[in-house]
C-alpha cells in the first residue's frame, strides 16, 4: 500500500495540539512505519496596523491537519482516536473509508505553504477614514476608495485644493483614524 495524504478534522484552534498528540501516539504505538507527516497548513501573512508590519503564520485551513499515512485498520484508529480529532474528512457514514487527496491537491497545499511572498493583511476598508503617514501627502486624511490585495495598494480619495483627489498608495503609508 502507497502512502496518501488525508484530511483530519479538528476542534478549531486544536490544530497544533492535535499534532503533537499525533506525533506522541505515533511514537508510543511504534507506528512510525504507517503514519509520516503530520501537517497543519500554514502561511506567512503580513498584517500593517498604524504603519507597523508584523509577520504571522496563518492557517490556510483552519480546523484541519494534513495527515500522509498508510491506510489501514490500525492507523485509522491512532489517529481516530487522537485527542481533538473529531473524524476523517471524506468518510460516509460509520465504518467507511476516509477519501484521500490527490497528489495534486496535497502538492498544491504544500506549495501553498511554501510560498516566496508573504500574504499581506490590510486592514482598511473602502469608506474608511486614514491618514497619510509618508510620502508628499504625509498627514493629509482621506476616504479610502478602493483596496488591492494583490498589488498591495490602496486607493484614497483626499480633498486638496478644495477638490476630491484620488491617490495610489502602498498599505504602509497609511493607518486608520478612529
Known amino acids: 500500500m502507497d502512502k496518501q495524504w488525508f484530511v483530519v478534522h479538528t476542534y478549531s484552534g486544536y490544530e497544533n495540539k492535535v499534532k503533537a498528540n499525533l506525533e506522541k501516539r505515533i511514537e508510543s504505538m511504534n507506528m512510525e512505519d ?11 501573512e503580513i498584517e500593517v496596523k498604524g504603519g507597523k508590519r508584523k509577520v504571522f503564520k496563518r492557517k490556510i485551513f483552519p480546523g484541519y491537519v494534513l495527515v500522509e499515512m498508510i491506510l ?14 473529531t473524524g476523517f474528512v471524506g468518510s460516509v457514514g460509520i465504518g467507511s473509508k476516509p477519501i484521500p487527496l490527490t497528489d495534486e491537491e496535497a502538492n498544491q497545499i504544500i506549495r501553498q505553504m511554501e510560498g516566496e511572498e508573504p500574504r499581506i493583511r490590510i486592514d482598511v476598508e473602502p469608506g474608511e477614514k486614514v491618514r ?7 498627514n493629509f486624511i482621506g476616504t479610502v476608495e478602493d483596496v488591492n490585495y494583490e498589488k498591495a495598494k490602496v ?9 476630491e483627489t484620488p491617490i495610489e498608495l502602498e498599505y504602509f503609508q497609511l493607518e486608520k483614524v478612529m
Open 155 to 163: 486607493r484614497v480619495m483626499i480633498s486638496m485644493f478644495g477638490r
Open 132 to 138: 497619510v503617514l509618508a510620502g508628499p501627502f504625509e
Open 34 to 44: 504507517k503514519i509520516f507527516r503530520i501537517v497543519v497548513p500554514v502561511e506567512d
Open 72 to 85: 489501514d485498520d490500525d492507523s485509522y484508529r491512532v489517529v481516530r482516536n487522537t485527542p481533538g480529532v
